[in-house]
């Protein structure tokens, strides 16, 4: 078992409680694991493909969602699994830690070291995003939980700027409503599998594999991480104070039959737009859009 820790995960969280943290480890697995912390973006990426490469059959991700995010991409290389039979580990320390909602996992330390060591490693889906950078060129990374297009890419760059002094959901959903005050609807054209692309004015698209994101909002409560496919919603041109009025409706996932959002399931999506709009990822700002969303079903075992 190898570690990929972030230690500024949580508002420095791991830092400050990594020697509990490795002694609850070494209580469990004795002296049979290593770890290494992150230094700077896309390290734990680094990090985990090397772990891969060096035979490790189990690569934990110890931190929030970006750094479970940056060791999934660590787990593929040149398109392809690096050890299909390895097996991706969390230890949900940051200040959102959404995909462990999604899993189940538990939060105590104790509880989460022992479905390391005895949960089962079952396959899970994967999604790919395949985006423009700023400079013009196109990227390709995998996601686990949730995607975004529009909005909550605006979010994503506050909260993220944010020492977020008052904890994970309290600041993302502040950030979410100072967002809503300046944020206009961006015409967007849409594609959904081969049907005929429609030309949308959008608040927000969501392309969701995992049900939870921003510290526990409940963005896509029918989602399955293991069906195959991506949930998305569209969410049309709510005004600021309608959609102030529906953010409750929204964190707790009830807002799927509001008259300006639909509701769909799909294993791929593409989307283009004249206008700068922002592509997020699994609690990151990754680029622009034009992008195309896949879903790739069983792609990695998790142990929960």
Not at 128 to 139: D, H, Q, R, S
Not at 203 to 219: D, E, P, Q, R, T
């Amino acid at each position: 078992m190898f570690l990929v820790v972030n230690p500024r995960s949580g508002r420095r969280f791991v830092q400050k409680n990594w020697a509990k943290i490795e002694n609850e480890l070494k209580k469990a697995l004795g002296s049979s694991f290593e770890y290494e912390f992150t230094e700077r973006t896309n390290h734990a990426t680094e990090i985990a493909r090397r772990a891969l490469h060096e035979g490790f059959d189990t690569v934990v991700a110890v931190g929030g969602d970006g750094t479970i995010n940056e060791t999934v991409n660590g787990f593929f290389e040149a398109g392809k699994p690096v050890n299909p039979d390895a097996a991706l580990g969390v230890l949900a320390a940051g200040t959102g830690s959404d995909l462990a909602r999604t899993l189940s996992l538990p939060e105590d330390l104790e509880s989460a070291v022992q479905n390391l060591i005895g949960g089962e490693a079952r396959a899970i889906d994967v999604g790919t995003v395949e985006y423009a950078t700023t400079e013009g060129a196109m990227l390709k990374r995998y996601f686990i939980n949730i995607a975004n297009i529009g909005l909550v890419g605006d979010v994503m760059k506050r909260v993220n700027r944010s020492s977020k002094p008052f904890g994970g959901n309290l600041t993302y959903q502040w950030s979410t409503i100072v967002s809503l005050a300046t944020h206009k609807s961006r015409r967007v054209s849409v594609q959904i599998e081969d049907r005929t692309p429609a030309e949308l004015s959008l608040l927000n698209f969501i392309v969701a594999n995992g049900a939870f994101f921003g510290s526990g909002m409940k963005c896509a409560p029918n989602a399955r991480i293991d069906d195959g496919l991506f949930e998305t919603i569209q969410i049309g041109d709510l005004g600021f104070f309608q959609a102030l009025t529906n953010l409750r409706k929204f964190t707790k996932g009830e807002y799927l039959t509001h008259p300006k959002v639909v509701y769909g399931r799909a294993q791929s999506v593409s989307a283009t737009s004249d206008e700068e709009v922002p592509v997020e990822m699994d609690g990151e700002v990754v680029g622009l859009l034009p992008a195309a969303f896949r879903i790739i079903p069983g792609a990695i075992k998790v142990r929960a």
